[in-house]
């Protein structure tokens, strides 16, 4: 197992006696992974302290063996990069090109490398022909796109998604999704926050639950979702092909539609 | 909704009492003294709002205040103590210095009605809701567009620093080095200032629309969200303080 961030007694709090996350110890090799929870569980702030935006409070993080309380953001950002949940946050620059440059150019210093890098992670998300347009021009859901591209450029290892698939419709979900299954294909580590269970279902290999600063389940993802007593509890529904399945009376947690597909047609042929 | 304000929760009586009977205290603890321009009358009106302090159990968030102006207080002491125009009768000396009693009097009279007046505001402000005291003013007649502007700004800075801790952290993700060196510093302000004035831009044009689908520039008559039972007594206080006002402006007239 390659061991990418250990995650060691973490605990951290905002303010003082309030924990927001409660002594987690995790480690995270190359599968992706959904983090799923309510509004409120800890969520974003664990990944910010992955990130390094934020410190912990007691416990340590290493990522790729840095210890995030020893080295500066900056520096871990050739490791790891964040998109963050509203890309306008970010963007500051005349062009998309040059608002996805960015990013690599504060690691690369070299122009050329960064430029090829830039326009590669535009073409992962479908926004080549869009390079020389301002940012604020397109909408908010290409704006979005052009914040992951900024990330991707940056090339790391590991890429934390914050709620990637808001304010997407059908086609950014798949460009999303394609993104996804491409940055796996290439080794790399992809982690998302994310309230979309059927984005879960079809991506992730593990999911891990969060609820009130502690992991209520960590687990394959299909696991974590035939727990549905305890999901429940955190006040998290199931994927909808795995409700639909559950009323026809499938005892087997199915998670996307081919396989729901493939089980009906299966169970027909034996009736 | 964060607000930029001092305010702090309690249930004092002070807390109790409605803003405009405060406000209208500020403006006559501030005023009678300089009206009735007598070191008795300052004294009283500091004793008065020191007293209020306490009963608003504020004076610990006080303190800071006090403590921080008289550093200002003791230079005053000093220079008037030691070069006062009218200075006559040596008080004390230290060391090379003679400080002169009327010198020391007339910085002590400063002193006083600025304690005065640091102690009447701090009542108002540590024990009103910004958004109340705006309100009441409404209320009373302040046009509801000069009450929103105060109000909005209280909210914006808070939010606008929240905003920019934000953009902070995006950029820091994308490896923007904001410690260390003026250069790497100053080459790290257009990264954070740009999305701040572009948020606000875009966030002001969103609020005037949502403000205006609410009926903000209807010219009808407004009604209040909040009905605030405020101390039933605030009318004869209210009285009262003009009352205390009016008496002390015609006490000056006379006694010309």
Same mark, same amino acid.
């Given at each position: 197992?390659?061991?990418?961030?250990?995650?060691?007694?973490?605990? =951290?709090?905002?303010?003082?006696?309030?924990?927001?996350?409660?002594?987690?110890?995790?480690?995270?090799?190359?599968?992706? #992974?959904?983090?799923?929870?309510?509004?409120?569980?800890?969520? #974003?702030?664990?990944?910010?302290?992955?990130?390094?935006?934020?410190?912990?409070?007691?416990?340590?993080?290493?990522?790729?063996?840095?210890?995030?309380?020893?080295?500066?953001?900056?520096?871990?950002?050739?490791?790891?990069?964040?998109?963050?949940?509203?890309?306008?946050?970010?963007? =500051?620059?005349?062009?998309?090109?040059?608002?996805?440059? =960015?990013?690599? &150019?504060?690691?690369?210093?070299?122009?050329?490398?960064?430029?090829?890098?830039?326009?590669?992670?535009?073409?992962?998300?479908?926004?080549?022909?869009?390079?020389?347009?301002?940012?604020?021009?397109?909408?908010?859901?290409?704006?979005?796109?052009?914040?992951?591209?900024?990330?991707?450029?940056?090339?790391?290892?590991?890429?934390?998604?914050?709620?990637? #698939?808001?304010?997407?419709?059908?086609?950014?979900?798949?460009?999303?999704?394609?993104?996804?299954?491409?940055?796996?294909?290439?080794?790399?580590?992809?982690?998302?926050?994310?309230?979309?269970?059927?984005?879960?279902?079809?991506? =992730?290999?593990?999911?891990?639950?969060?609820?009130?600063?502690?992991?209520?389940?960590?687990?394959?993802?299909?696991?974590?979702?035939?727990?549905?007593?305890?999901?429940?509890?955190?006040?998290?529904?199931?994927?909808?092909?795995?409700?639909?399945?559950?009323?026809?009376?499938?005892?087997?947690?199915?998670?996307?539609?081919?396989?729901?597909?493939?089980? &009906?047609?299966?169970?027909?042929?034996?009736? | 909704?964060?607000?930029?304000? $001092?305010?702090?929760?309690?249930?004092?009586?002070?807390?109790?009492?409605?803003?405009?009977?405060?406000? *209208?205290?500020?403006? !006559?603890?501030?005023?009678?003294?300089?009206?009735?321009?007598?070191?008795?009358?300052?004294?009283?009106?500091?004793?008065?709002?020191? $007293?209020?302090?306490?009963?608003?159990?504020?004076?610990?968030?006080?303190? /800071?205040?006090?403590?921080?102006?008289? *550093?200002?207080?003791?230079?005053?002491?000093? !220079?008037?103590?030691?070069?006062?125009?009218?200075?006559?009768?040596?008080?004390?000396? *230290?060391?090379?210095?003679?400080?002169?009693?009327?010198?020391?009097?007339?910085?002590?009279?400063?002193?006083? @009605?600025?304690?005065?007046?640091?102690?009447?505001?701090?009542?108002?402000?540590?024990?009103?809701? /910004?958004?109340?005291?705006?309100?009441?003013?409404?209320?009373?007649?302040?046009?509801?567009?000069?009450?929103?502007?105060?109000?909005?700004?209280?909210?914006?800075? /808070?939010?606008?620093?929240?905003?920019?801790?934000?953009?902070?952290?995006?950029?820091?993700? @994308?490896?923007?080095?904001?410690?260390?060196?003026?250069?790497? @510093?100053?080459?790290?302000? %257009?990264?954070?200032?740009?999305?701040?004035?572009?948020?606000?831009?875009?966030?002001?044009?969103?609020?005037?629309?949502?403000?205006?689908?609410?009926?903000?520039?209807?010219?009808?008559?407004?009604?209040? $969200?909040?009905?605030? /039972?405020?101390?039933?007594?605030?009318?004869? $206080?209210?009285?009262?303080?003009?009352?205390?006002?009016?008496?002390?402006?015609?006490? @000056?007239? %006379?006694?010309?």
């Amino acid at each position: 197992m390659d061991e990418v961030i250990r995650v060691q007694n973490l605990s =951290f709090a905002y303010k003082q006696d309030y924990e927001v996350l409660k002594n987690i110890s995790l480690v995270f090799d190359k599968k992706s #992974t959904a983090i799923i929870g309510q509004n409120g569980a800890g969520k #974003t702030t664990f990944v910010k302290l992955l990130k390094g935006l934020l410190k912990p409070t007691s416990g340590e993080i290493y990522i790729k063996g840095y210890n995030t309380k020893e080295v500066s953001t900056a520096f871990l950002s050739k490791y790891i990069g964040l998109v963050f949940q509203n890309p306008n946050d970010q963007i =500051f620059k005349n062009t998309v090109l040059e608002e996805v440059m =960015f990013g690599p &150019l504060n690691i690369l210093k070299d122009k050329k490398q960064a430029q090829e890098n830039a326009i590669k992670a535009l073409e992962m998300v479908g926004l080549q022909d869009k390079m020389h347009i301002h940012p604020y021009d397109l909408g908010l859901s290409d704006r979005k796109l052009v914040s992951i591209a900024s990330i991707v450029s940056m090339d790391p290892d590991i890429i934390i998604l914050d709620e990637p #698939t808001i304010a997407q419709d059908h086609k950014g979900n798949t460009i999303i999704k394609n993104v996804i299954k491409e940055l796996k294909e290439k080794g790399k580590l992809v982690i998302t926050i994310t309230h979309d269970m059927d984005f879960v279902a079809e991506i =992730f290999e593990r999911t891990i639950v969060l609820n009130e600063g502690i992991i209520l389940l960590d687990g394959n993802t299909r696991e974590v979702f035939s727990q549905q007593e305890i999901l429940k509890k955190a006040y998290l529904e199931l994927p909808h092909v795995a409700q639909l399945a559950k009323k026809l009376g499938i005892k087997q947690t199915l998670l996307t539609e081919q396989e729901l597909i493939n089980f &009906l047609k299966h169970n027909k042929l034996n009736n | 909704m964060r607000y930029l304000s $001092l305010y702090q929760e309690g249930n004092s009586l002070l807390h109790k009492i409605d803003p405009i009977t405060k406000l *209208l205290f500020v403006i !006559i603890a501030i005023l009678v003294p300089i009206i009735i321009n007598t070191l008795t009358m300052a004294l009283a009106f500091f004793i008065i709002s020191t $007293l209020l302090v306490f009963v608003a159990r504020a004076f610990k968030r006080t303190l /800071p205040i006090i403590s921080f102006s008289s *550093l200002v207080i003791i230079t005053v002491l000093f !220079i008037q103590g030691l070069f006062y125009l009218k200075n006559q009768t040596p008080f004390f000396t *230290l060391g090379p210095f003679v400080f002169y009693k009327e010198g020391l009097l007339y910085a002590t009279g400063i002193a006083i @009605r600025i304690f005065n007046i640091i102690n009447a505001v701090a009542v108002l402000i540590f024990t009103t809701k /910004p958004s109340d005291l705006i309100e009441a003013l409404v209320k009373k007649g302040v046009s509801p567009k000069i009450g929103y502007v105060f109000s909005s700004v209280l909210q914006i800075i /808070p939010q606008m620093m929240s905003i920019v801790d934000t953009i902070l952290d995006a950029q820091k993700a @994308r490896g923007l080095e904001t410690e260390g060196s003026f250069t790497k @510093r100053a080459k790290a302000f %257009i990264p954070l200032i740009g999305p701040a004035v572009l948020n606000s831009l875009i966030s002001t044009k969103e609020r005037a629309m949502a403000l205006e689908v609410r009926g903000f520039n209807s010219k009808k008559k407004k009604t209040f $969200l909040n009905e605030v /039972p405020y101390n039933k007594y605030s009318n004869v $206080l209210q009285v009262a303080l003009i009352a205390i006002l009016v008496f002390s402006i015609i006490w @000056r007239i %006379i006694s010309w």
